[in-house]
């Protein structure tokens, strides 16, 4: 018969769940990751039930030399999981008091609705400060790509189409851009999610003299004024779980952003593009194909950001018809948030580690953004600059690309002689706009491809990464 356990639900029921139910509702197959957060909020708790008069301190002894002992166990693997104990909670304190009959005392003023917030909420601190780590290191691996290739041009594209030139460099910097949104969007996740819920019981507080500041402190859970931060609703606190959908939120966008770059990717390396050339190491072959080198890494990247905007959906259809408060739908929040920040982090750190494996075909390149097609605006600018308004410069452009096509030769080969006969502003000097380095160089604007932008800024996040 099965020993009954010292953290069971006790005097209301006579027998435990039956077996069907008791895997339905167990979470501990998942929630044992918690169980290192579990242990400091306990640690935390035990100290402050001394600090007022709660717990002696041989008792708080026990507790902690029982609780370090079972860190131990388990960072050893050789702690035993009982899914009859249904989670990590109840399997950590049953153990503790099975060692130090002082355990027994432990949940005084605790409930399992503000333990499970105070785990998730340090769990998710942790992930989110590896996670714009693991970020950084992106922006740094597509700036490191870019300044490796500072020179190379390619055609910059809208429908697809090829627009105007730009440095290869400046397409890769557009990404490091939206990664900063997505770091500054996990810290500002971060801020809400740094707030102690622990001493708001089940629902209801306690009524006992819990020191709630003295908790949050031992536990990091202070502003830049190292003032306390302590949730000022117990029923808000007990059922609040906007730090979740938060989290899932601002993964879903990096996961977006992540996708639309493995996009590029793809393209990228087609015969078609053949911008550049990952190392054999981060393809794939194709079990059929001989010839095949497929960039599996980017697409499964692209891939994945379907489950991390899932995963935000099913957080927000979770919550979204839930009474207050902490109802047991809520349980069903961990599997969501782990997966949303496994997801996103190894995509993040394959992404870079591709990148860091990846080499660009100048010549294509080249080719490619040799295409004076692609500085027809800068011949309307010319006119602009000879006075004709831009309306009128963008038609007369256009006979000039009508001309060139009739004609089947590229923009560039259309003598003076014809522009002129389109068009008289057009003088002898229009030849250079044609030269692709000083297109280049002429594009001043902050933010613009241009050579000395494209300097600025390669050096504006050089400076900014390695900072951290
Ligand atoms: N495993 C539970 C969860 O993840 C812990 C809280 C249980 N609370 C309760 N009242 N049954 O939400």
Known sequence: MKKKSPVSRSGRFGKGPAADAAQFTESISFDWRLWEHDILGSLAHATMLQSIGLLTKSELASIQKALDQIAEEICAGKFKWDASLEDVHMNIEAELTRRASAGAKLHTGRSRNDQVALDLRMWLRDEIVVLNRAIRELQLALVTL???????????????????????????????????????????????????????????????????????????????????????????????????????????????????????????????????????????????????????????????????????????????????????????????????ANTVHSSVRLMSAMLNNTAVNQSTCEKAAGDPGLLATDLADYLVVKGMPFRQAHHVVGAVVAAAERESKPLNEITVAQLQKIDTHFGNDVREIFDLKRAMARRKAIGSPGTEQLSRQLARWQKFLQAR
């Open 146 to 340: 870019g300044s490796k290739n500072r020179d190379a041009l390619i055609p910059g594209y809208t429908h697809l189409q090829r627009a105007q030139p730009v440095y290869f460099a400046h397409h890769l910097l557009a990404y490091v851009e939206m990664l900063e949104r997505d770091c500054e969007r996990f810290t500002d996740c971060f801020s809400r999610t740094n707030v102690c819920p622990l001493g708001s019981g089940a629902i209801a507080g306690s009524t006992l003299p819990l020191d709630r500041e003295l908790v949050a402190r031992l536990l990091g859970f202070v502003d830049g004024k190292d003032q306390a931060r302590l949730t000022q609703n117990s029923m808000d606190a007990v059922s609040d779980r906007d730090y979740v959908v938060e989290f899932c939120s601002s993964s879903a966008l990096l996961a977006v952003h992540l996708s639309r770059l493995a996009e590029d990717i793809v393209l990228w390396c087609s015969a078609e593009f053949s911008f550049i050339k990952i190392a054999d190491a981060y393809t794939t072959g194709s079990s059929l194909m001989p010839q095949k080198k497929n960039p599996d890494i980017a697409e499964l990247v692209r891939g994945k950001s379907g489950r991390v905007i899932g995963n935000l959906m099913a957080m927000l259809t979770l919550l979204k018809g839930l009474p207050m408060t902490y109802n047991r739908d809520l349980q069903e929040d961990k599997e969501r948030l782990f997966d949303t």
